[in-house]
């Protein structure tokens, strides 16, 4: 090879894009002119092969799209089904690792990835496993059995799963055969072996059995004992009596509804159930609704009634909405929307309860009510308007009510009213010229008042508020007629002539409408005429008690004065007595009349000098008579008292008084 030739051949060794053939070396010497053209071709080369290296990186480190599980389908590939099996079983509930176990369940050895699903099957298999045992642990044996035979064949832990089952299985039929045994002992009453199966439950190696299952025996043994004894004395104190038969119910509420003594008192139960319920429909239709209620709700705790017992309660609810509505004679909307409710109450009846007569009763009934109700209440809203045509329109609309309706009296009642107020609207006119009339308070306005409001006729609305006024306006004319006779007494009152006040008072007759007042004035005279009367009466006597001391004290002897004179002389003779001045008695005693005295405080001589003159007998003047004077006392000697003196015990006519003609 020639020198040349060798040259081109290192140069396309050299991985330059120039192909050099056979030239000269002045050709070569030449292209050295232009070597940026080769750094540009070789810097373009680098970048595009990085650019490429780059994205083949990036291509590798992401991760690939997630497929869509939800969109999974039996055309989807292998792989894509067994990512969402498990992705679904990620999550490690017990729930999740079943349904993926189901789904690896149809996956068959020739299948590529089985290798992959095995896996899968054995590391979910433990874990069910594992949470099996927990649930033993737990005393939950019969969940730990559902859960190991969830485990598939092909699993690992297949076997070992199967022989904890069997292990299980075997002290849970024992346990169960005890537990059976010691049911049929407690149903038999027989309590002793009922206690040794409790103790072989309690012998037995798990903690299930042993400890949880021994304990609920026992209580089930306590609570039969009971309630076989509750059972005897329920039966001892029921008698037939309805007050016995709550008593009994009452007692048996108390015994588990599981308890075999219960369910052996079933059938007597319901009698006593059907006894309450019967009680109740009793109250209901005597409208005693508290005490039906009361029945029905211990009716309730028997649970073979308890939908009976519910409608006898509805059956009552629904009647006390219904018996509201008759609480008043006029109708309200209320009522209305009470017996749409008391229907509907009786409609959720069915037809198989005992109450479903006395349920379509009441709903009959109630719906003609309703209707009516409904009726009144359109005539009601135009009843109210106040007017005499529509009075009128609401009458005729209550009247199409017939007569053998239950609201037909209300109607009737409605219809008074509704009249009345007409008649209160035609006489109204004259009721008010009538009191137009008497304002001027007069006699002959009061009288024209009168005759108005007497036009007015027996028996309708107005008639007894215008027989009001009547009396009213009579009552003033008295009063007008009689004030001048009253105030005439009153005036002689004044000037001290009680007597003639009294008498013209008097002249008021009775059944007036100033005679109350004027007896009150008359009684008053008198008590002051009575009052002057006891005055005088105590000053007489307190005259005669000063004249009894004084002639007393006059009568009595002066004391003799021992004088010591020597002993031969003379005695004196005795002087004669000296005679004792007359005293002039004290005037004879008055008796005073039947009344209390007034107290000392009361003055005596003024209240006597204004009285005295007007002393006279209460009687008509045809029948007065002269009072006969008091005579003045006898002059009477110096001695003891006559016991002829009157006293004070000494009736007023003997003395010449004339006090008590006053009373």
Not at 94 to 114: I, K, M
Not at 330 to 348: F, G, K, N, W
Not at 401 to 418: D, G, M, V, Y
Request: with cysteine; hydrophobic share 45%; proline share 7%.
């Amino acid at each position: 090879m020639t020198k040349k030739n060798k040259l081109a051949l290192d140069t396309a060794g050299t991985g330059d894009t120039l192909a050099l053939e056979d030239s000269s070396v002045g050709s070569l010497n030449k292209g050295q002119g232009t070597p940026w053209k080769l750094w540009l071709v070789g810097l373009n080369a680098c970048a595009l092969l990085s650019g490429i290296a780059g994205a083949a990186l990036i291509w590798l480190l992401s991760l690939p799209p997630a497929p869509e599980c939800d969109k999974l389908t039996n055309f989807s590939s292998e792989r894509m089904q067994l990512h969402c099996i498990e992705a679904a079983a990620e999550s490690g509930e017990l729930r999740d690792l079943l349904v993926g176990l189901d789904a690896l369940e149809a996956w068959t050895p020739n299948r590529p990835l089985y290798s992959v699903a095995q896996t899968l099957t054995d590391d979910w298999s433990e874990q069910i496993f594992y949470a099996a045992q927990q649930r033993v642990q737990e005393n939950d044996v019969d969940g730990a059995l559902r859960m190991l035979a969830k485990i598939p064949t092909n699993s690992s832990v297949y076997m070992e799963a199967q022989d904890f089952a069997a292990q299980w299985t075997g002290i849970a039929q024992q346990g169960a055969v005890i537990v059976q045994q010691a049911e049929a002992a407690m149903q038999a009453q027989d309590w002793l072996t009922a206690s040794e199966k409790i103790q072989e439950l309690e012998r037995m190696p798990q903690d299930y059995w042993r400890t949880e299952q021994a304990m609920v025996l026992s209580q089930r043994v306590w609570q039969e004992r009971q309630g076989r004894k509750v059972q005897q004395e329920a039966l001892q104190a029921q008698s037939g009596a309805l007050a016995d038969v709550v008593k009994a119910v009452e007692m048996v509420s108390t015994i588990g509804a599981t308890t075999y003594a219960y369910q052996d008192l079933q059938p007597i139960l319901n009698q006593w159930g059907s006894l309450l319920l019967d009680a109740g429909r009793i109250h209901w239709q005597a409208a005693e609704f508290e005490a039906a209620i009361a029945l029905a709700d211990q009716a309730k705790t028997i649970p073979s009634l308890t939908h009976e017992a519910t409608h006898l309660q509805q059956l009552v609810e629904a009647r006390q909405l219904a018996v509201l509505t008759d609480s008043k004679w006029q109708t309200s909307p209320q009522d209305v929307v009470r017996l749409m409710e008391a229907i509907a109450a009786v409609e959720a009846i069915p037809s198989d309860s005992r109450f479903f007569a006395q349920a379509e009763d009441s709903r009959l009934s109630w719906s003609q009510q309703l209707d009516d109700l409904q009726r009144l209440q359109m005539a009601q809203a135009l009843a109210n308007l106040g007017v005499e045509e529509t009075y009128r329109v609401a009458i005729a609309q209550a009247q199409q009510i017939s007569p053998n309706r239950l609201r037909r009296q209300q109607a009737q009642t409605l219809i008074a009213h509704w009249r009345s107020e007409i008649e209160r609207l035609e006489d109204a006119p004259l009721l008010v010229q009538a009191r137009q009339a008497a304002a001027g308070g007069d006699i002959p306005q009061l009288r024209q008042a009168i005759v108005q409001a007497r036009q007015i006729p027996l028996g309708r609305a107005l008639r007894g508020e215008a027989q009001a006024a009547i009396y009213e306006w009579v009552a003033q004319i008295q009063r007008i007629e009689d004030a001048p006779l009253l105030n005439l007494a009153r005036t002689q009152a004044q000037q001290g002539n009680l007597q003639q006040a009294i008498q013209t008072a008097s002249a008021i007759q009775s059944g007036r409408a100033s005679h109350i007042e004027a007896q009150a004035s008359v009684q008053q005279w008198r008590n002051r005429i009575r009052q002057a009367e006891q005055a005088r009466q105590r000053q007489a006597e307190q005259r005669r008690r000063e004249a009894i001391a004084t002639a007393e004290a006059a009568a009595k002897p002066e004391p003799s004065v021992a004088v010591e004179t020597p002993a031969p002389a003379a005695r004196r003779p005795a002087p004669a007595p000296r005679p004792v001045a007359p005293v002039a008695p004290a005037p004879a005693p008055v008796a005073p009349p039947p009344v209390a005295a007034p107290s000392p405080a009361t003055p005596a001589e003024p209240l006597q000098e204004a009285v005295e003159p007007q002393y006279a007998p209460m009687q008509p003047a045809s029948r007065r008579e002269v009072p006969a004077p008091v005579a003045p006392p006898a002059p009477v000697q110096a001695e003891p008292v006559s016991p002829a003196v009157p006293t004070t015990s000494q009736p007023l006519s003997q003395t010449g008084a004339t006090g008590a003609e006053l009373l």
